[in-house]
């Protein structure tokens, strides 16, 4: 795909469609002629707290298994994510927010 730059205000737009869509990022992505990892990067961007929103994140209780590449965050007890060792902090605060 060709690069273009685009308004702030195509992505705000692209990020609330993909917020309240059913679709995959990488449907939506496509259907607007932009990568995934745009969209994500956007999406993500949008959801960072800013300095004045910023608060204290409460610990979670995480286990390291084995000799696993992954690490698990359970919720609830019934809800268990896995991510990639070196998987960026503020994604999986980002997602388990999200969850919340």
């Known amino acids: ?7 702030p205000g ?9 917020q309240a869509s059913t679709e995959s990022l990488a449907a939506v992505a496509a259907k607007h002629g932009v990568t ?11 959801e960072k707290p800013t ?7 409460p610990m979670l209780p ?12 359970e919720m609830d007890g019934s809800l268990r994510l896995r991510f990639a060792e070196g998987c960026d902090p503020a994604y999986v605060a980002a997602v388990i927010a999200k969850l919340r």
């Open 62 to 73: 995480v286990r390291v298994e084995g000799d696993s590449r992954l690490f698990s965050v």
């Open 1 to 7: 795909m060709a690069r273009s730059k685009k308004e």
């Open 51 to 57: 300095e004045a929103t910023n608060k204290t994140v």
């Open 10 to 18: 195509f992505w705000t737009a692209l990020v609330a469609e993909a």
């Open 36 to 46: 995934e990892a745009a969209l994500r990067y956007h999406f993500y961007k949008r």
